[in-house]
């Protein structure tokens, strides 16, 4: 039970790239958090899922030299879940649909994956760790920053948007 937890239901198993593939497992799994019980559930399921995966992958990893075996996926789920609240705040506040807001999605899990993958400034400082939390809370930054990118990127089409609509004759 350990195991499909932390590969979430199997994704960390794939390849290549089985961060990639974790993160891609995460956005259908979010849209139905979201559309079950809104964006609320979608914070709380991501926090929940930190929790629990500080607590599976100390015990998953307490008795190897890897702190971080590549098909625990837990973590890339969590990073991808708070990369996404932007999309599913949005949508909830506008009325709408979660898919309807697809490019967030596109930008959500392309930065999340960049952030996750490049290991910026705290993302890699939690990377170093080396330990259970390390290996969820870098996830979480790479998940932050992937936010920020989706909220300046929806302002800034926004914004594109309304001047594009108010230099219509």
Do not use: C
Not at 59 to 86: M, N
Not at 149 to 157: K, Y
């Amino acid at each position: 039970m350990r195991r499909l937890v932390l590969s979430f239901f199997g994704a960390g198993y794939l390849r290549p790239a089985p961060g990639t593939w974790g993160s891609l497992a995460a956005l259908p799994a979010a849209w139905a958090i979201h559309t079950v019980a809104g964006p609320i559930a979608l914070i709380v399921g991501a926090a929940l899922l930190y929790v629990v995966g500080v607590w599976l992958t100390a015990q998953e990893t307490a008795s190897g030299d890897d702190h971080d075996p590549s098909w625990i996926v837990i973590d890339e789920v969590v990073g991808q879940w708070i990369a996404l609240l932007p999309v599913s705040l949005g949508a909830y506040s506008a009325g709408v649909e979660m898919h309807r807001l697809w490019p967030g999605f596109v930008v959500a899990f392309v930065f999340f994956r960049l952030f996750d993958v490049w290991k910026p400034w705290l993302v890699g400082q939690a990377d170093r760790r080396g330990d259970a939390t390390g290996v969820m809370l870098d996830d979480v930054w790479a998940g932050l920053f992937a936010a920020i990118v989706v909220v300046l990127s929806a302002a800034l089409a926004h914004a594109g948007f309304i001047a594009g609509v108010a230099n219509q004759p």
